[in-house]
């Protein structure tokens, strides 16, 4: 136990210290971050770096629209996923799995593939520099798909056929019995999703030439120009975004954990 526990340790301060020179560079001076060798500690410790990042941008409109975006994404997402999963896991229709497999090719295409004929999509509707253009592409995702049916398979069909047997339906079956088993593959889904869009860089650039319309994430990639970088305004902008999902992984680690280890269990 002695060796295993040093191992974990070990790849605990691995994993760590990059939080942690993050943290600790959030309140250096440009000069001190630059410094050959680097230093750990700052030199004077100041808060000026987090004023700096919250002044160079609308952070409270960015801070807003990374909410809206994860919130209408995950809940629209995890609903529609179920649905999707449960209908591949359980339901008996032609070419379930032809299009199955459709479907997890979606998987296999890079993301950057995509972004041109979903521009074209959003100006067709209007949605160019919007927050809806920012948001409707990650309605959906085949991975979600692939996780619940998973969760789904791995539930004992002994309880459809109680359902059955009390005359419920294929979707009152779903609604009543499957769904709450569900929960714990919900929510390691629903963390998944929001953790991309909270991240997200791409899309939210490609779509919105407006800083107050991108998401936090692109917001604080704009900071970065071709001239010296503000490092330490970065890292306390960065860090001040990643306090929300960090926030959310400590309050749901347990059903992420149970929800994941479930989903694998078949």
């Known amino acids: 136990m002695g060796w295993t526990h040093g191992m974990l340790i070990v790849g605990a301060v691995v994993m760590l210290f990059p939080f942690l020179w993050q943290l600790l560079t959030s309140f250096k001076t440009i000069d001190e971050s630059l410094l050959v060798p680097p ?4 030199g004077n410790w100041n808060l000026d770096n987090y004023r700096k990042a919250t002044d160079a941008l609308p952070f409270g ?11 209408v994404r995950t809940v629209v997402q995890v609903a529609l996923c179920s ?9 008996r229709f032609p070419f379930r799995n032809t299009l199955f497999l459709l479907l997890l090719s979606i998987m296999m295409v890079p ?13 067709s509707l209007g949605w160019l520099n919007s927050l809806p253009g920012l948001i409707a592409p ?7 798909t692939f996780l619940m049916r998973q ?27 499957m769904l709450p088993l569900a929960r714990p593959g919900m929510i390691a889904l629903a963390i998944f999703v929001a953790l991309f869009s909270w991240n997200e860089v791409l899309w939210p650039l490609f779509v919105n030439s407006d800083t107050d319309k991108l998401n936090l994430a ?24 990643e306090i929300p999902m960090i926030i959310l992984f400590l309050l749901l680690q347990r059903r992420f954990i149970e929800g994941i280890a479930f989903t694998g269990a078949k």
């Open 218 to 241: 692109a917001g604080l990639s704009t900071l970065v120009g071709q001239g010296l970088a503000d490092y330490p305004m970065l890292m306390a902008g960065s860090l001040l975004a």
């Open 83 to 91: 649905l999707a999963g449960y209908a591949f896991a359980r339901l």
């Open 138 to 144: 990650g309605l959906f995702s085949a991975f979600g």
């Open 111 to 123: 993301r950057e593939l995509y972004l041109l004929p979903q521009s074209e999509i959003m100006q």
């Open 151 to 177: 969760f789904f398979l791995s539930l004992p069909r002994s309880l459809e056929e109680a359902a059955a047997l009390d005359g419920a339906g294929y979707f009152r079956t779903f609604r009543s019995v």
């Open 61 to 71: 409109a960015l801070f807003l629209n990374s909410v809206v975006s994860v919130l």
């Open 39 to 42: 230093a750990l500690l700052p």
